[in-house]
DNA sequence: TAAGTTTTTTAGTCTTATCTAAAAAATATT
DNA sequence: AATATTTTTTAGATAAGACTAAAAAACTTA
């Protein structure tokens, strides 16, 4: 199949274009990447010969088809196994991305096959993100963030948007999870920061921090 | 830590030196990766000076005790992926090799823990290796064999002396697995060959079959 | 022990994925 | 529009790990 750096590239990649698929540009793959972008351009000459994206010079690249499942398929494994750190072996959500990083490029078929179906065929990620299936379909994402709320309206935390370890483990140290059940006490329309009633206890967050975190 | 590459080495080398320590030869280890004696002695420079193995110009290489118990973390994750392989994902004892090949090299060692727990502190692989604690200690290995038995003699299968696919399927075909009640009904003296009984059928087997079966 | 064979090492090359430094193209600024 | 700045690409180098071919050392064997 693809090189574990050819499958983190065509990741990045995927991560960066977005739903509308606008052209991505090799510095932000370099940003991303934490690489430089002389690598970026060598790297994606090579995705290019292979038909992964097309690249036209000076102009970014967009993945193919072929190369949007390509990197659906290693986005499936990162998560399946995400799900499998976190219910299975007891990590928390903060602790499984490091570990994941590794696992999603195991290559076999049947292994991620039976995984999937040994954690109950799951749709969405310890972050709430959705699990593409075999074929690259998934779910639709969540939408609706805490910051849409109002003053006493009511919500579940089922994902958050963006999930770096700062602020996973700013959300335990508050008690707010997946499940968590979360009411809009005092919303400070100015600038969006409000004071909510999570698992018992009054907080105030910032409207940075209601932006992140989706809410059904 | 050290590299997939120089695991591999590692392991091929532990597993090389056999009980005894004896000197392992650069052909030997060539052979056994299915790689060039060439490149056999550029690694084993690497690992020299990382005090992984000494190694004197044509007189083959030890490990030392760094490199043995690098070596037996290695084995220990590829014998607990294999458990957790055959245990939670329903494979065969056949199937598991290659995908704990791979698995054996992800880095973490909380991820190794949390899975031995997982699994319930598994003393014996699916093949009835043992597996090494987290200080490299392990049960004995199993040293009765299914030809040290004569007729009338019972036993139960522990373990496999030889892991490769052929003997494995030809294991599952007949119904042989670890757990099995054997019994001999028939022991040719000259040959070791012999009559046995094994899951309600009667079935004849070479001796040098019935020297790779483990017994208890 | 001298010749022949096998094993092991050396020397030099290749591939993958990086990097730095410099050149080229695109974009922004006055 | 000309100049300055930023972005991107090219050119050349490096490191890991493998390879081939040839040299060197170690062993067989007569």
Redesign the pocket.
């Known amino acids: 199949m693809y090189?574990?750096?050819?499958e983190n590239y065509l990741k990045a990649i995927y991560h960066l274009q977005g739903e509308t698929g606008e052209a991505v540009?090799?510095?932000a793959i370099a940003d991303r990447m934490e690489?430089?972008?002389?690598?970026v351009?060598?790297?994606?000459k090579?995705l290019s010969e292979k038909t992964l994206v097309t690249y036209v010079?000076?102009q970014?690249v967009h993945l193919t088809e072929e190369g949007r499942l390509a990197a659906l398929k290693v986005i499936r494994k990162h998560r399946l196994w995400e799900v499998f750190l976190v219910e299975k072996l007891q990590f928390t959500w903060d602790q499984v991305h490091a570990i994941a990083e590794q696992l999603e490029h195991i290559q076999s078929e049947q292994l991620i096959d039976r995984l999937n179906t040994f954690l109950g065929d799951p749709k969405f990620d310890p972050h709430g993100d959705p699990i593409p299936d075999k074929d690259g379909n998934f779910s639709e994402h969540h939408n609706k963030v805490l910051a849409d709320l109002t003053d006493d309206d009511k919500g579940v935390c089922v994902g958050v948007k963006e999930s770096d370890d700062q602020f996973l483990q700013y959300l335990n140290r508050h008690k707010i999870g997946i499940g968590s059940q979360i009411t809009v006490l005092d919303k400070e329309e100015y600038d969006g920061s409000m004071l909510i009633q999570i698992a018992g206890k009054e907080l105030f967050i910032s409207g940075e921090i209601a932006n992140n975190i989706y809410i059904n």
């Not at 690489?35 to 690598?39: F, I, N, P, Q, R």
């Open positions: 090189s574990l750096s050819e540009s090799t510095n690489t430089k972008a002389s690598s351009t060598d790297m994606i090579k010079k000076y970014g």
